[in-house]
């Protein structure tokens, strides 16, 4: 506790063990400067709505992290959280899109789907992530975020599990939807997670790293079908095989949200393998951030300001713009691969590559754009190299399977620049309800884009679904557009908020970090 004492004119002060000394009558100065401004009437109108950080500096106390604590705490948290965050989120891709591979198992046939069906189940699952988005990002924001993450990992591993029992198109259409409204949490809650842990100059690495598992997702997806595919025709098997993959993915989802409802802490404070004091330490690593770890109040005045943001709408407007493309190819890539010449079985076991293009490129681009400090410019590479995969299947013969096949591989870099769009919302966007306001528009976006994408890839059009592959061109090329304004936009900003810091009387509250 700070030791009370009086300076040389008499005036009590409060000296801290950094030896700092802070004045009641320099506090009240620094209050009514701030009541003279805008911004500071809004810092002293939620002084009160302080963040779960706060609680922390409770006392006064003064730290300081020397680099090799850093280190050691870094170190600590990465093996801790990533390695359960990465196979979750693996198992967030491989469990949406394990559609895709019991459309050529048997799907199809055996619940009687006609015409359109398949692509209504494709979007189906969009629907229900679209109705329960910006409900789960305020749970999110007002319930312990593991916990509540914990709870909707279990449940859409059930549902996932529960696709075995279903006999017709309604059925599978209620247990789609039902995926989609557990699904919404996992990307915003990870979002969250990653902004209350890592510093800005290590959430872009990290964002690439647990959503690359979206990679390993796939090689673990087709590599499973495969294998039960295989031993189904060769041995037989009780049920259908679509229905041993439909259980094995969801019992495995089920038993791991279990497994991370017991090791994701909250945030740092109820971290149970950190000791006491590196609790304390790990949130002052992060107050680079300026954003704190977590508040559980609703700031109306932050709601305005995501829906007022020109950055909000053009993040929405990329997520809606390449999910379009994402939509169809991550639901139509096995019969894509079919329609290049192969065969069901092996259209199992080539899409594994896919999920390896992905892992390596979004590993690279989210080190590499941490290390230059230039996410947005280098998550472009990836969706150039997407692009010109797309353009090579479109202009290379269908009887050229190996090219087209390479084609289809380099679209798998196309998520780059959703990803470091996803970690600017984490290290970029302040203020709780602002963030997850704006984390909700991104990922609502990101549900209708994803609902478009599967009715582009039409019965009529197969083998070469034409119109989807231009489709798919045209968007990417508009993605482009939109990242040169979202990173001359940000440019411009920053330079703007770092000549107002620089005014003389701005004026910074104590921790208001």
């Not at 109040?297 to 007022?308: D, G, I, S, V």
């Not at 679209?411 to 620049?417: L, V």
């Not at 704006?438 to 890839?457: E, K, M, S």
């Amino acid at each position: 506790m700070a030791e009370i004492q009086t300076d040389e004119k008499g005036v009590p002060v409060h000296t801290l063990p950094g030896g700092r000394t802070v004045s009641p009558v320099n506090l009240d100065e620094k209050r009514a400067s701030l009541a003279s401004t805008r911004v500071g009437q809004k810092i002293l109108a939620h002084s009160n709505d302080a963040d779960e950080a706060m609680k922390a500096f409770a006392d006064g106390e003064v730290l300081e992290i020397d680099e090799a604590t850093n280190k050691r705490l870094l170190r600590i948290i990465d093996w801790h959280l990533m390695p359960l965050m990465c196979v979750i989120y693996g198992l967030n891709y491989l469990d949406k899109t394990t559609l895709s591979y019991a459309s050529i198992m048997g799907i199809k046939k055996d619940i009687g789907l006609v015409g359109d069906d398949y692509q209504w189940l494709g979007s189906m699952f969009y629907f229900g992530y679209l109705a329960w988005e910006y409900p789960t990002n305020r749970l999110l924001q007002r319930l312990p975020l593991a916990k509540y993450s914990a709870f909707c990992i279990c449940a859409w591993g059930i549902v996932l599990a529960l696709f075995a029992t279903v006999s017709n198109f309604g059925g599978a259409v209620a247990v789609r939807f039902f995926l989609g409204v557990f699904e919404a949490a996992v990307t915003p809650g990870f979002a969250l997670l990653t902004s209350q842990w890592w510093t800005k100059s290590e959430q872009g690495a990290r964002t690439g790293f647990w959503f690359s598992f979206n990679g390993f997702g796939q090689i673990f997806g087709g590599l499973v079908s495969y294998g039960i595919a295989v031993g189904s025709r060769k041995h037989g098997s009780a049920i259908a095989p679509w229905k041993i993959v439909f259980l094995v993915n969801g019992c495995l989802t089920a038993v791991l949200g279990v497994v991370f409802f017991f090791v994701m802490p909250d945030n740092q404070l109820n971290a149970r393998w950190l000791k006491p004091r590196d609790r304390v330490l790990a949130v002052e690593r992060i107050r680079c951030n300026v954003q704190g770890v977590g508040n559980r109040h609703f700031k109306m005045y932050q709601f305005r300001e995501a829906l007022t943001d020109p950055l909000t709408w053009a993040f929405a407007f990329y997520a809606l713009t390449a999910d379009i493309p994402n939509g169809g190819i991550s639901n139509f890539f096995s019969q894509l691969i079919v329609s290049f010449g192969y065969t069901p079985e092996e259209s199992l076991l080539y899409g594994t590559p896919g999920g390896a293009v992905e892992v390596v490129s979004l590993m690279f681009c989210g080190w590499l754009g941490d290390r230059l400090g230039q996410r947005i410019l280098v998550s472009m590479g990836g969706l150039i190299v997407a692009l010109l995969g797309m353009i090579l299947i479109v202009a290379l013969p269908l009887d050229n399977n190996s090219g087209r096949l390479a084609g289809y591989y380099l679209t798998q870099a196309s998520p780059t620049p959703f990803v470091a769009l996803l970690s600017l919302v984490a290290t970029n966007v302040a203020g709780y309800t602002k963030k997850t306001t704006v984390a909700a528009l991104y990922l609502i976006a990101y549900c209708v884009g994803n609902i478009i994408g599967p009715q582009t890839f039409r019965p009529k059009d197969a083998p070469r679904y034409v119109p989807a592959e231009i489709t798919i061109i045209v968007c990417w090329g508009v993605c482009l557009v939109d990242l040169v304004f979202i990173w001359f936009y940000c440019k411009r900003m920053n330079k703007r908020k770092a000549e107002a810091r620089a005014e003389p009387g701005y004026v910074k509250l104590e921790n208001q970090e």
